[in-house]
């Protein structure tokens, strides 16, 4: 693996070694937050703060902020969209059914092991409720997780009383996977892992996950959200699709958010054992929720693989840019196997943003250890050179 930002630079720039899980502005500010509403608020709060300062507002240059994909829907998604927009009157009825079969015949799962949903956001917050908030598992119990990770599911799970026991990141901000283990009570509920970690970018080894599916799974069930899966090469994917196909206790969240452009369209799904995905079913519409044109979309973009490679493609050019551009401005980063690239910045969080922000660039910080970072979306390669010139102005 690549090299981690070193100790001694953290501690430089004002690093403290204290404790906490990563608090986003959307989590701190919500109520019962999601990340869609959370997104807009971000923007929205940044444009409030520049009226009250009277400041001239700025065209935005560039919304690397959200991990969306810049370079939007494929055209065959496109074309299908307009051609679905005529059934649009009618409730969709066998598209579910038909982009299900493409999952399950490329994950080697069967179609009934996947549940798709309006993004998996929703699922996210099914499974929350399902698992902390119904009276089929009671309320409350402990979620085993990392420090610094994505808090959608932790955040809807703790409103219904559920205890987070999050370990500290690894130094190279991989989570701690023996440090999860040795943390496993008769208390813990579930264990939920985000890989690629969102917001560190960093991944388990395929083959370390996959041993500790295997052996937690038959005492306690292990959430797996893998919204960035589609960004790594196969060698680094872990093969739970196979666990869960030999009945493994796992459950996996995917989205099409990413890789598809699919944000705005909203589409996700699940893989999960049968049984408990009848449950979910319970706690979300699942498969009725997509409108039938993003249905028709997510089967035509789910088959673009053209699309999805110059996607992944430009993904890698431009983080490569930006990996050189913080380099030479004497920056570190966390090597990153997403759509994002997590930084210390020497600069307060909200110091960072506005001054971004000023200048056109709408970017996200983050704060762990009482260090200050940047989370910053890969764009495409003019997005990241005019972060760069931005970011070499203020930093
Ligand atoms: C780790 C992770 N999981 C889930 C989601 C939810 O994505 P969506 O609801 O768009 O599928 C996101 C969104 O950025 C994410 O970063």
């Keep these: 693996m690549d090299h981690p930002i070193s100790r001694r630079n953290l501690l430089r720039t ?3 070694l204290t404790a906490g ?3 986003s502005r959307a989590s701190r500010a919500g109520s ?3 990340p869609v509403a959370a997104n807009a608020l971000h923007e929205q709060t940044l444009v409030t703060e520049f009226a009250q300062l009277g400041r001239e507002m700025p065209k935005l240059k560039a919304r690397i902020a959200f991990n969306e994909n810049p370079h939007g829907i494929s055209q065959k998604a496109k074309d299908a969209i307009v051609k679905a927009a005529e059934t649009g009157n009618r409730y969709a009825m066998f598209e579910g059914q038909e982009l299900k079969q493409l999952i399950a015949a490329k994950e080697g799962v069967k179609p009934e092991n996947i549940m798709l949903s309006a993004g998996s956001s929703e699922l996210l917050t099914a499974m929350a409720v399902f698992f902390t908030g119904s009276a089929a598992k009671g309320a409350g119990g402990t979620i085993l997780t990392s420090q610094f990770t994505y808090d959608d599911f932790l955040g809807c799970s703790k409103k219904f009383g559920a205890k987070i026991e999050a370990v500290p990141l690894t130094k190279e901000y991989r989570y701690d996977l023996a440090a999860m283990k040795a943390k496993i009570t008769p208390d813990t509920k579930l264990v939920y892992i985000c890989n690629p970690n969102n917001p560190t970018g960093t991944i388990i080894p395929a083959a370390d996950l996959v041993a500790f599916c295997k052996e937690v799974s038959p005492k306690v069930p292990v959430f797996v959200d893998e ?3 589609d960004f790594l090469k196969p060698e680094d994917r872990p093969a739970l699709p196979k666990l869960v196909a030999e009945g493994a206790n796992v459950f996996l969240t995917r989205t099409f958010s990413k890789i598809h452009g699919f944000a705005g369209l909203r589409l996700g799904y699940a893989i999960g054992p049968e049984k408990f995905l009848t449950e979910l079913q319970n706690y979300s519409r699942g498969e ?7 249905l028709k979309a997510g089967i035509a973009s789910y088959q673009d693989e053209e699309w999805q490679n110059f996607c992944r493609t430009e993904n890698d050019k431009a983080r490569e840019l930006l990996y050189k551009g913080l380099k030479e401005k004497g920056y570190e980063y966390v090597p990153s196997y997403a759509n994002f690239v997590l930084f210390p910045i020497r600069m307060k969080t909200k110091v960072f943003e506005k001054e971004m922000f000023g200048n056109g660039i709408l970017t996200s910080t983050r704060e762990y250890n009482a260090q200050p970072y940047c989370r910053v ?8 050179g005019m972060f760069m010139d931005v970011f070499k102005k203020i930093a």
């Design 32 to 34: 019962f937050w999601n």
């Design 14 to 16: 004002g690093a403290l």
């Design 377 to 384: 979306s890969i764009g495409t390669v003019d997005e990241m």
């Design 288 to 294: 009725w929720n997509p409108s039938v044109t993003t």
């Design 227 to 229: 919204a960035y899966i």
């Design 21 to 23: 899980l990563s608090v």
